[in-house]
């Protein structure tokens, strides 16, 4: 989903995360980066996209992740949407979840 964005990106941040070489130097920048409620709310919502992408349903969704139905559905648009984003990231790890 493309989202309007009103103010320029200070694109440093994604030039930070691109030039990580490992999961461990990632999760060490987001571990500053993030707050714990902005860091799982991050990792629910991948969870969540992973979850509609195999063709799991609302309900089994909420019961397995916690996520809200908004969130849900907030997810799936975005996996509807034009962005590419999430589909991109799972075809690029065969959409697996890492430990």
Known sequence: MNKKINKPRHMGVYEAITSLNTVEECIALFDD???VAELRAMEQRYQ???MLDEGMVYSAILEKTGASSATISRVNRSLQGSGG???TAF???GGEEKA
Request: hydrophobic fraction near 40%; aromatic fraction near 8%; charge should be positive.
């Open 33 to 35: 980066l993030l707050s």
């Open 48 to 50: 969540v996209a992973q």
């Open 85 to 87: 984003g999430y589909r």
């Open 91 to 93: 075809a690029r790890t």
